[in-house]
């Protein structure tokens, strides 16, 4: 009954909403018009349409359209569709994007709306590419957005990568707030959050690992990637799911102009992508692949036995559009993607996602995109990937399969855009099944798969409230049930802190049998202040929460950790965050520097830790060795950028607090996460010489301290048998961090009707040769076993050199 009085204050709520909205024409000023008798039955029209990049017909994201006479204005949505209203009356609509050429068009709105679809024209000059965002010349100041970065994919292939190969998780990891606990680390942390605290989406679908090869190289595809957004705070109402951040990555829709080929050749791997126009224009299609083959190149080097060893990974992107017409386009993408690793033992891992969208224009004013989607991650671990003593084996699987639908609206009702929606998942935990064969007997046991059903609505308004004050707010509320068919536990209740609880009692319960229930309420709320010079004050709150959780207590997360809904023993992540901000534009034409300052403090409920010596694998009882505490993050972020000139490119400095407080560990107090680094800095320098027109050149640099590490403080010695004691939880800190990596593009010779683009791409990683620590452990002494013995892990500690060749036809 609580729950379906919830749902329908909601309902009552964007009811509401929409209908203030729709009054606006009495209760509202007309955009640009002042209140008053004379205008408030004046008639409104709405200009509306679709902006495309006019090379190969893919719609822009984030493009200002701006109405001169009113000093108002909005941005394309996600698909590149925007709406503006106004009374009658003539107007000039300014169009800007950077890298593109500015567009003026002058409109009239009399007697009805007016459909208006632009294709803007890139800009000749190369230094417009390098930038960090590619909206509009102001919008760090002038958009109510903060705590969000955008790095477009020309900036990506810019910036210096391992063995040269484009990465947008390592990218993004060069802003303010993002970091990693190590080289090589699965996923990123965003401002004190762990790696399952983020929410990464593949054209709206979720991707449950982001990594190939352990890390090292992201499961993006450069060449299909258009769009690539970060949200950090000021979360908007639509997205929930995660406590820390929202990773957003937006495929290309493929050429729909000339059909195109991309490619590159790499000392790792290489990829090839394709793209061209279908249906006599009404239509396109990409589709890009990868491959590594270092394996290849290793066998003539292994000796005999590793040779045949197994070490790759592949990936396959698609995605086509069709414009049914003028109001209904459809979208399908999907993503493919594993991992393979090992020799006679192994494993391997991947990803598979498919999304389905129906973009539906209700009319100029309401916009609707519905999707679809599924998404899975996997892995499995075999004895005998070679295929020895097939008689002999053991295997283990583990997988969580997504199920969504999705339909999301938003009214473009002059000063106010209105955004509602909902969303329900099916999830489905299968957290290990095993099967071992052993003299011919084969035996399978494991543990039984989980399910539960996670459904949210949401509305959100963003609205100009005068000329200098923006504000954005919504609500969202999330209803996530644990369901059977499964066995719920019911553990001691009555055991020391810290100490593992035994089973008191088991329940059966019944396909589709709520066993436990949770309910939020999220709201959250932004808003903007501009002052003079080209500066403004932002100011957000949200909260969060997240009912499924990555069950790892390892220094860095692996493919193989497992993920496990809420169920009456874990109760869901709720994130609390407020941040402000103060961002500023100056130099040449205003705009040359983008400076900004924001501070934030984050709580967090219901955070797992782990007892000591917690049993991870295939543990039917698992539950009864987590703990659960709270934590807290905080921290400055301070960020320079230049957007023009010979040298461009950013600079960054964070300076955070990550810590946690759980009963049974560290005797209460709080104690430093793993991924708590108190300072970072980096930096992003790109060289585009006048005298050497073909060559351009770029270097990163990044200097962060070392994470937390739990070191021994005594040790207790019997006999020949030496043990360490630990007193604390991350008690001390490994080495500082710091890295300088080098690259140099050289563009190919333009030649008269030549029609293929090409430049290769020279790179160092790690130029000084540091030996970064990853982690540091701890050994007896081989010569005397009485003295302990700190051992430094590094996996990068050398410099690393790499070509690439990346052509285009």
Known sequence: MKTNLRIRLL??????????????????????????????????????????DASNGEGLIGVSVYVKETGTGTVTNNYGFYAVTAPAGNYTLIISYVGFQKETRSVSLTDRNLRLDVEL?????????????????????????????????????????????????????????????????????????????NLVLLDEAPVYNSSHLFGFFSVFNPDAVKDVKLIKGGIPSNYGGRVSSILDVRLKEGNAKKPELNGGIGLIFSRLSYERP??????????????????????????????GSKFYFYDLTAKGNYRINDKNTVFLSGYLGRDVFGADFGFNWGNATVSARWNHVFSDRLFLNTTAYYSNYDYSLNSDLKGKNPNDFFRTDSR?????????????????????????????????????ASAGAVRSF?????????????????????????????????????????????????????????????????????????????????????????????????????????????????????????????????????????????????????????????????????????????????????????????????????????????????????????????NGDWYATRFDKRHTLTSVLMFDPPSAKRWNFAATFTLASGTPGTFPTNRFEFQDITAPIFSG?????????????????????????????????????????????????????KDNPRVTEAIKYSVFATVIPSVTYNFKF
């Open 11 to 52: 309902y009552l709520l964007v009811t509401v909403a929409i209908g203030i909205s729709a009054n606006g024409q009495t209760t509202q000023n007309t955009i640009g018009q002042p209140n008053g008798p004379e205008r408030r039955n004046a008639a409104q029209f709405t200009v509306s349409g679709y902006i495309k």
């Open 121 to 197: 024209q890139e800009e000749g000059k190369q230094l417009q590419e390098v930038v960090v965002s590619t909206k509009a010349e102001d919008d760090n100041v002038k958009n109510i957005e903060m705590s969000v970065n955008q790095i477009d994919v020309k900036t990506l292939k810019r910036i210096p990568a391992l063995l040269g190969e484009v990465d947008v998780v390592r990218s993004i990891q060069l802003l303010p707030g993002v970091s990693t606990v190590g080289e090589g680390a699965t996923g990123f942390n965003v401002r004190g959050g762990s790696i399952d605290q």
């Open 278 to 307: 279908v249906f006599k224009g009404k239509g396109s299609f990409i589709v890009a692949a990868r491959r590594s083959y270092a394996d290849i190149l290793a066998q003539p080097f292994l000796n005999s036995d590793l040779r």
């Open 400 to 436: 969580i399969v997504d199920y969504s639908l999705k339909p999301d609206f938003s009214l473009f009702l002059g000063k106010n855009t209105i955004t509602f929606g909902g969303q329900s998942i099916v999830h489905d935990f299968q957290p290990g099944t095993a099967t071992a």
């Open 446 to 666: 494991g543990l039984s798969s989980k399910y539960a059903l996670e459904n949210a609505l949401y509305v959100g308004n963003e609205q100009q409230v005068t000329p200098k004050l923006q504000l954005q707010y919504g609500l969202r509320y999330s209803l996530f049930s644990y369901i059977g068919p499964g066995e719920a536990y019911f553990f001691q209740t009555d055991v020391p802190t810290g100490q593992r609880r035994t089973v008191l009692t088991t329940v059966d319960y019944r396909g589709r049998e709520t066993i436990k229930t949770y309910g939020n309420w999220e709201p959250r709320f932004s808003a903007k202040y501009e002052l003079p010079r080209n500066s403004s004050l932002k100011l957000s709150y949200n909260r969060l929460a997240q009912y499924i959780h990555l069950i790892s207590n390892t220094t860095a997360s692996t493919p193989l950790d497992v993920w496990t809904p809420s169920t009456n023993n874990i109760r869901p992540q709720i994130a609390d965050q407020i941040a402000g901000g103060y961002f500023k534009n100056f130099g040449k034409s205003g705009n040359e520097f983008e400076a900004s300052v924001e501070v934030y403090y984050k709580w967090l409920q219901n955070q797992i830790d782990y007892i000591d010596g917690a049993n991870l694998i295939l543990n039917k009882y698992l539950e009864g060795d987590l703990l659960s505490g709270r934590g807290r993050a905080y921290g400055a972020e301070f960020f320079l950028k230049r957007t023009t000139g010979v040298v461009n490119g950013w600079v960054s400095y964070t300076l955070a607090k990550t810590e946690r407080q759980v009963d049974g560990i560290n």
């Open 729 to 781: 939880r991350n008690n001390y800190r490994i080495p500082a961090y710091h890295r300088l990596d080098l690259a140099a593009t050289l563009q190919g010779r333009k030649r008269t009707g030549k029609k293929k683009d090409d430049n290769w791409v020279f790179s160092v990683y790690n130029v000084y040769g540091r030996k970064n620590p990853f982690s540091v452990y701890f050994q007896p002494n």
